[in-house]
């Protein structure tokens, strides 16, 4: 029910209001930051505290700048009478936001003037419906632009509008129907304002565990788990700002994708990353065959990493010999034995462990060659005393031969080092990967260089734990550091004294002296150490070894089994949400289950929840794709869509000779029809490179390949890159080999049929049929639309 002036009025001074309300406190925080900043010098505990004040209302001023936009977007009037106001964060009447669940129950006593979306008492905008009306009289949706209200509607929630109620359990219709058809610039954008019954479920669900969202193209799993990470981060702030949470996706463009969602909620202690970004230090861009990624992703890779670690830690079949000093030293393979079973038998990691080994080592050479060259020849005696011999030992340390010797015995190895030996060897691969068939190892082999692979980072990580780091050298390095920082300081005290002490007179000289006293050079040199202002987030990312307070794993049908393992590693509380659609999985490492990923790690302990109403795709365009999907499960059951958009999608056969001249036609007429909207041409893996050339040479503003940055009008992507990304067109290029290129083909032409919002039109060359009956279905479909044109 669209509303009165009278009403949009009395709105608008209410809102004007939570503004005024906002700008008061957005000038409070600004001052105290700009307060903290001046602050300077005091000592360590002092700068911490800076730091951290800083941080504080830096974080709290992003989320003040936040709730610029749709400050207000609600309003519920209770049957007893109460008004409650929605909005994007707490306001109270007096000093200090609830920005946060615990700020929330602190000021109590305090009236709010506005009831953050997140918090229990706005529940009801989002579940109330005429049927279960949670106490609600009239839920109002507001919308404003530049802070004022342009928009009012009410909804009466009695059991007589239910009777007329379109889609019954729908909350807000024309608000969600206006956000649905509005036209995708690129980047995703927050829903606060029509989250729906089962999905505000998910997102409040009081489950501490792994939570797996099970749910079709465009149901709202993504945008229902990043609701889920704001939502956790405002009741269990204290715990999560600090630790972090992490949300994983298939590849950066859908990071983009998604990036601005959690910042405009105001959450900024979050990381974005695919699995491949993990791993600091490493880019993993290089591409290798979905078959190689597949065997990579087995579970099984552990233990041939882990047998790759142990094939390092080497015994000689009967001796090994070291040149040293002229004399040829002999190591025995019980010698070698011994000290390998003792480094294993520390149980520490191969690194840490490796100085045991070199001790026994060089223990057994340095006696040897000291009865060698310190014996005397008549009585036998040996002349060096236990001293000089460990002075030998210590000096061998630095010899080429006996450091040769321990590096083949039991080299200190880094991860990027293990896996290059390992890949560039069939026989390494062999001794590591007994289990393994010829084809599959054979897949492993590559030569040294050239990057690393998203598949190679679950690897590296794995070999990370196993070698564990040697952390002698680096506290040695941090030692030398501090050193380093003392000295200097010493010297700028030198310095200034010096200099002081010549320009000024005697009698100063105390007075300098004293400041010398209470800055010594350990105290300066402290302050010289650069402070860490980096947020939490960014030191996550930094860190592998960061554990996370809770993971959000996007699209994860395609994760694989290696995959898995890093992710629950970086998680030990094991507090997860997982969205994703098995029958989307169109990675070969990817699952067609969650229990199968999952029962490893958290076996009964992992609840499924589904989402079951599709937003995204309009009910023309998912009859297409429904047929696709009987094809690849005849139980699986699509969402249903939400929304009809009164366009048929069409079909249009060519010539192979005519495809790439007839597809930039197609291209260039669709685009020049769009406004503020965007179209994708999804094509096959094989063509994604010559059509997207063509395309891109015959029509202006056009990307191909991953998202570059700004998102372009017309954007040509093969599957995996569309994958969770949505556009108001969809032009599918050759559905038939889409489906003919990969195990998983029909699910990729699922994904592909199911990325429009609008409008959906499919080019083809042959006769859809091979290699399966699906395609002559869809062929089927698309004829009655056809009649020779596309439009
Ligand atoms: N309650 C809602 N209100 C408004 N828009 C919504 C709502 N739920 C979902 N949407 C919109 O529907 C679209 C699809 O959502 P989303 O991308 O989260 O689906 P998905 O289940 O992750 O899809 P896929 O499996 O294809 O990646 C997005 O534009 C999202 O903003």
Not at 550 to 558: G, L, T, W, Y
Request: aromatic content about 4%.
């Amino acid at each position: 029910m669209l509303l009165s002036s009278e009403a949009l009025r009395a709105e608008q001074e209410y809102v004007s209001m939570l503004y005024g309300r906002l700008d008061e406190l957005r000038e409070h925080v600004t001052g105290r930051l700009a307060r903290v900043l001046a602050t300077s010098g005091g000592n360590a505990q002092a700068r911490v505290e800076k730091d951290a004040a800083h941080a504080a209302y830096a974080e709290r001023l992003a989320r003040l700048n936040a709730a610029e936009h749709g400050l207000c977007f609600g309003r519920l009037d209770m049957l007893d009478g109460e008004c409650r106001h929605i909005g994007r964060m707490g306001l109270l009447s007096e000093t200090g936001d609830a920005g946060h669940a615990e700020d929330a129950e602190d000021a109590e006593d305090t009236a709010p003037l506005l009831i953050d979306w997140r918090a229990p008492a706005a529940r009801p905008f989002y579940l109330a419906t005429a049927v279960t009306s949670e106490g609600v009289r009239l839920r109002r949706h507001i919308k404003d632009r530049d802070r004022t209200v342009t928009e009012i509607h009410d909804e009466l929630l009695d059991l007589e509008s239910a009777a007329g109620a379109r889609h019954e359990g729908l909350a807000g219709e024309a608000t969600l129907l206006a956000a649905l058809n509005a036209g995708r610039t690129g980047r995703m954008t927050d829903i606060v304002q029509t989250i729906q019954a089962e999905q505000d479920r998910i997102i409040r669900s009081e489950h501490t565990g792994v939570l797996v969202v099970q749910g079709g193209p465009g149901t709202g799993k993504t945008a229902v788990a990043l609701h889920r990470a704001a939502y956790l981060l405002y009741t269990r702030r204290r715990q999560l700002a600090r630790r972090v949470v992490l949300v994983v996706g298939p590849n950066t463009t859908f990071l983009r994708y998604i990036g601005n969602v959690l910042p405009a909620l105001g959450e900024t202690s979050v990381l974005l990353s695919t699995v491949g970004g993990l791993y600091p230090g490493v880019t993993a861009e290089r591409e290798e065959t979905p078959e190689t990624a597949e065997v990579k992703g087995r579970l099984a890779m552990a233990e041939v990493v882990a047998a790759a670690v142990r094939d390092r830690e080497w015994v000689p079949g009967d001796h090994l010999e070291v040149e040293y000093e002229g004399e040829t030293l002999r190591l025995d393979r019980r010698t070698c034995e011994r000290a390998r079973d003792l480094a294993r038998g520390s149980l520490s990691p191969h690194n840490p462990a490796r100085p045991l080994v070199v001790r026994e080592i060089s223990r057994v050479l340095a006696e040897q060659y000291a009865e060698r060259v310190g014996t005397d020849p008549f009585d036998g005696e040996r002349l060096l005393d236990d001293g000089q011999v460990e002075s030998i030992r210590r000096e061998m340390l630095t010899d080429e031969a006996v450091l040769a010797a321990l590096d083949e015995l039991w080299p200190d190895l880094t991860p990027q080092r293990l896996l290059t030996d390992l890949f560039g060897s069939s026989d390494r691969i062999a001794s590591a990967a007994p289990g393994f068939t010829p084809e599959d190892r054979a897949l492993l082999l590559r030569e040294p260089g050239g990057g690393w692979s998203p598949a190679d980072v679950p690897l590296l990580d794995e070999a990370a734990e196993l070698l564990g780091e040697d952390t002698r050298a680096e506290r040695i390095r941090q030692e030398y550091e501090r050193r380093e920082r003392v000295s200097y300081a010493q010297g700028v005290l030198d310095v200034a004294m010096g200099s002081r002490a010549t320009d000024l007179e005697d009698d100063q000289e105390a007075e300098i002296l004293t400041v010398n006293d209470l800055v010594d050079a350990d105290r300066l040199a402290e302050r010289h150490q650069e402070a860490d202002h980096r947020t939490s987030a960014e030191r996550a990312a930094a860190d592998r070894t960061w554990t996370f307070g809770h993971v959000i794993v996007d699209e994860a049908q395609e994760l694989s089994e290696m995959a898995w393992r890093l992710l629950m590693r970086r998680c030990p509380a094991k507090s997860m949400t997982v969205v994703g659609d098995t029958a989307q999985s169109g990675d070969l490492a990817g699952t067609l289950s969650w229990g199968r990923v999952l029962d490893p790690y958290v076996k009964g302990r992992w609840r499924l929840e589904n989402l079951t109403r599709n937003y995204r795709v309009p009910a023309e365009i998912m009859a297409v794709a429904t047929e696709v999907l009987a094809e690849i499960g005849a139980d699986l059951e699509a969402p249903v869509s939400v929304r009809e958009s009164g366009v048929e999608p069409w079909g249009l056969r060519v010539s192979p000779e005519e495809l790439a001249d007839r597809l930039i036609e197609v291209v260039a007429i669709e685009a020049a029809g769009l406004t503020d909207r965007r179209l994708a041409v999804i094509t096959p893996d094989s063509l994604l490179e010559p059509l997207g050339l063509a395309i891109a040479a015959g029509v202006p503003e056009v990307s191909v390949g991953e998202d570059p940055g700004a998102p372009s009008p017309v954007v040509v992507l093969n599957v995996r890159q569309a994958k969770g990304l949505e556009f108001d067109e969809v032009l599918v290029v050759e559905p038939g080999l889409i489906v003919a290129e990969s195990p998983r083909g029909l699910n990729n032409l699922y994904v592909a049929l199911t990325r429009a919002t609008r409008r959906l039109g499919v080019l083809h060359t042959a006769e859809l049929t091979p290699p399966s009956a699906m395609p002559r279905v869809l062929d089927a479909r698309l004829d009655r639309q056809r009649n020779g044109k596309w439009r």
